[in-house]
């Protein structure tokens, strides 16, 4: 069981960092977003390499911040059944989630974009615009790394939860 809360405690720490830095690049998209209206409002000045940069930024922060999300418990959920019941049944519910929709889901997205990821690595693909951003391949690859993310935050989930099933403590989130 230690090898398990270890393993489960490596995954969070892996996805504590990536959301700190993701923190950062969140920060970095506000700074461009207002940088973009005061251009447009103020010099009545727009560059389509903005406008792109701001939603690579979003689309960045979506992806790879998905399994901090997934780790602090924090995505959107309709939980009224849930947050009534007891530890025990939470961890039933978040064991047969992650074996029936996140494991095979992540899997899903994960081989079924690499070709696509793969085509867009082939021609260098970027902004089809003039003045956008000439490195899109790069962004499209974040959609396989970032739910490979999940999957492996999942993966914890899946194992704190066994843990809580089979009536041991799971690992302190803050311990890792």
Same mark, same amino acid.
């Given at each position: 069981m230690n090898a398990l809360r270890s393993?489960?405690?490596g995954i969070d720490t892996i996805n504590e960092y990536v959301g700190r830095f993701?923190?950062?690049?969140t920060a970095l998209l506000v700074v461009v977003v207002f940088g973009d209206v005061v251009m447009?409002?103020?010099f009545q000045i727009s560059f389509v390499f903005t406008q792109e940069l701001e939603w690579h930024l979003f689309a960045f922060i979506f992806l790879v911040g998905a399994g901090y999300t997934l780790l602090h418990d924090?995505?959107?959920r309709v939980d009224i059944i849930y947050q009534k019941l007891s530890t025990k049944a939470q961890a039933?519910?978040?064991f047969i989630?992650? /074996? @029936?929709?996140?494991?095979?889901g992540c899997y899903l997205i994960v081989i079924t974009s690499l070709?696509?990821?793969e085509n867009s690595f082939a021609v260098l693909e970027g902004s089809p615009d003039p003045g956008g951003i000439p490195l899109r391949f790069i962004l499209k690859s974040m959609i396989p790394f970032g739910f490979a993310l999940v999957w492996l935050q999942g993966i914890s989930?899946?194992?704190?939860? /066994? @843990?809580?099933?089979t009536g041991h403590d799971a690992p302190d989130r803050e311990a890792a």
């Open positions: 393993l489960a405690a993701v923190s950062w690049v447009r409002y103020v924090s995505h959107v039933w519910i978040n989630g992650c /074996l @029936l929709f996140l494991f095979p070709g696509f990821v989930l899946f194992i704190k939860s /066994l @843990l809580i099933i």
